[in-house]
């Protein structure tokens, strides 16, 4: 495996096919993403969109196909070693948010150089608590947050260790019109600061207009 | 943030389970924690008490009556044997040291034991204050009798006849408090040492206190400690081959009472080990829903970069987390609880001394941990074989 070179594009996907369970559900032909570049992951809901993002992110099986993060095929580390890269490289956004109830915000946004293994640096994460305008929801409870200071708060959780590449899966799926401007802008603007690649999955039409680059789910043959 | 605060919010999640099953842990600690409390004290003060004691030679009679009686002081004596044949005995080759006991009268409670200076040396009890005796009718006082009935030095005293409070007083033979021993926890503690002709004086029923020579003298019992080995084997015939002599060793009464004893232990100690055993399986129950329960949040820190032994890791910090709250206040209640049992036992009998806190109690405590780390092996394996995927989807 030779070294990433600084060229080397953000994310590149060739003819990707995920499952898991060892069953394929979805293939992704080809996308490229450079450093700050920002692309669309489409397709109906229950297509697979979640399978690719995890497989991009090493979680689910790739059965076909080549993934490349920051120039390194993450499929090809040994598990240990690929939990670490994700840990370091990667800022997950789930639908469903996944804060941890019991936890304060700040703790959740600590959550991930905790799971990663790595210094915690609490000035980081209140600052970017409070570039989203959640400085007074710090150290609030998780569960008392509204869902878009929880949406927040996820968004701020993937940009704590300042990743390669953030995946965010259906960032806008259920938020009205204002909210899903808000959120799409805070999410390209945040990635474009820190230089990471965004990939967001969606069957929201309100993103084409946004985003360029986009990349359907194909069915598996 | 860290792995506290992370187990934390997950066992906050379920108070009500945890708390039953950190209790029932708990007492099943705190169960053996005090049956081992209590046996230890109850040796220690066996050991003490026994002091070197290797026969007692005494009426014939129950074998365990004699010991409970002569060294132990708790049981009524089996009867008296002549002067003349504890002599003999006591001058045998094999014998270092003879301790005659005239028992037989009591000053509320304590009893009047009959003796000589030699009986306070089988305990190492010193005088705290006054002088041994130098005639008959003189007492030095026990640490624990001196300080229930006020004595010191100068004072008076009656004897009551027999060994129970309330029987009739020897008003014609009062005695003088002439000294008070050091407090020894053994058994001597309890006694109102006196020259054995002051029991016989005191029994010899003449009003104006003359001894009767015409009266036997008797003895109640005879502490032997063997010079050698050879005396355990030779002595006890010896003396059996007296008529209305019986010989008994302590070792061998008090095993045989362990032995009786020791089923009611293994009893509440068996109950303690079903409640450890079942609070195991509390844990185990507890912590697999848990894991199962979890399993979202399981998978997101596996998405943030956890290893799956980081998610095994939290599963049974969380097991060994709730097993040492469990065991340490088990460890408190069963502490407490033989602390209170002892002070009861103290109310009617020898004052027992608890161990310190020491090996027992660190065993017991490993064992709980031991057992909640037992239970998170199977959890703990979900936790680590859990597949993010199926439950990030």
């Not at chain 1, 150089?113 to 998780?142: K, M």
């Not at chain 2, 409390?37 to 066996?46: D, S, V």
């Not at chain 2, 079903?274 to 185990?284: E, H, I, Q, R, Y």
Request: proline residues 6%; positive net charge.
């Amino acid at each position: 495996m030779s070294p990433p070179s600084p060229d080397e594009p953000v994310l590149s996907i060739h003819g990707l096919v995920a499952g898991y369970a060892g069953k394929p559900v979805a293939r992704l032909g080809a996308l490229n993403l450079g450093a700050g570049g920002a692309g669309l992951l489409l397709g109906p809901s229950g297509a697979g969109k979640t399978t690719l993002l995890l497989a991009i992110a090493g979680l689910a099986k790739a059965f076909a196909g080549q993934v490349r993060v920051g120039g390194t095929d993450i499929a090809a580390l040994p598990p240990s070693r690929a939990d670490r890269f994700r840990g370091r490289t990667l800022g997950l956004i789930f639908q469903d948010l996944h804060l941890v109830p019991g936890l304060s915000t700040l703790d959740n946004l600590l959550l991930a150089p905790f799971a990663a293994g790595l210094p915690q640096d609490r000035a980081r994460a209140l600052q970017l608590l409070d570039g989203l305008g959640l400085a007074a929801q710090a150290f609030a409870p998780a569960e008392t947050l509204s869902r878009g200071q929880a949406q927040r708060a996820a968004i701020a959780r993937a940009m704590v260790l300042r990743p390669k590449l953030i995946l965010a899966d259906e960032p806008t799926a259920s938020l009205d019109d204002e909210a899903c401007t808000t959120v799409s802008t805070l999410l390209i603007k945040a990635a474009a600061e820190t230089g990471a690649g965004l990939l967001i999955a969606t069957h929201d039409q309100r993103l084409r207009a946004r985003i360029e680059t986009q990349a359907p789910v194909e069915p598996v043959a | 943030m860290n792995h506290a605060k992370l187990v934390y919010a997950f066992v906050r999640r379920k108070p009500l389970t945890w708390s039953f099953h950190v209790l029932a842990l708990a007492l099943g600690v705190a169960v053996l924690t005090a049956v081992a409390a209590l046996n230890t004290g109850l040796a220690n003060r066996f050991d003490r008490d026994l002091a070197g004691i290797d026969l007692v030679v005494g009426a014939k009679g129950s074998p365990l009556q004699l010991i409970l009686s002569s060294v132990f002081q708790i049981d009524a004596p089996t009867g008296n044997i002549p002067l003349s044949v504890a002599q003999t005995l006591s001058r045998n080759i094999m014998v270092r040291r003879a301790t005659p006991l005239s028992l037989g009268d009591s000053v509320g409670g304590y009893r009047i034991v009959g003796t000589t200076p030699a009986y306070a040396d089988l305990y190492r009890a010193g005088l705290a204050v006054g002088r041994w005796w130098n005639g008959p009718m003189q007492a030095v006082v026990g640490a624990e009798a001196a300080r229930a009935l006020h004595l010191a030095p100068g004072d008076t005293f009656v004897g009551e006849h027999g060994l129970s409070q309330g029987g009739e007083p020897h008003a014609a033979t009062p005695y003088t408090v002439v000294g008070v021993l050091k407090p020894t926890g053994a058994v001597i503690d309890r006694a109102f040492l006196t020259d054995s002709t002051s029991v016989w004086k005191v029994h010899a029923h003449h009003d104006d206190g003359e001894v009767d020579p015409a009266a036997p003298r008797e003895i109640t019992a005879l502490l032997i400690t063997y010079r050698s080995p050879m005396g355990a084997v030779m002595l006890p015939r010896t003396a059996a081959a007296i008529p209305d002599v019986q010989a008994a060793s302590p070792a061998v009464e008090m095993a045989r009472l362990t032995r009786l004893l020791g089923t009611g232990d293994d009893v509440i100690a068996g109950f303690g080990l079903v409640l450890l055993a079942l609070s195991a399986l509390g844990f185990f129950v507890a912590l697999f829903s848990a894991v199962n329960q979890r399993r979202r949040e399981l998978a997101l820190l596996r998405a943030l970069g956890a290893q799956p032994k980081a998610l095994f890791g939290l599963v049974a910090l969380e097991a060994v987390a709730l097993g040492l709250l469990g065991g340490c206040v088990g460890i408190g209640l069963g502490r407490a609880a033989a602390a209170v049992a002892a002070r009861a036992i103290a109310a009617s009998g020898p004052t027992l001394v608890l161990p310190p806190f020491g090996l027992a109690e660190i065993a017991i405590l490993g064992g709980a941990l031991m057992l909640s780390l037992l239970a998170a092996l199977g959890p703990g394996l979900i936790a680590y074989r859990l597949d993010p995927v199926a439950a990030l989807k």
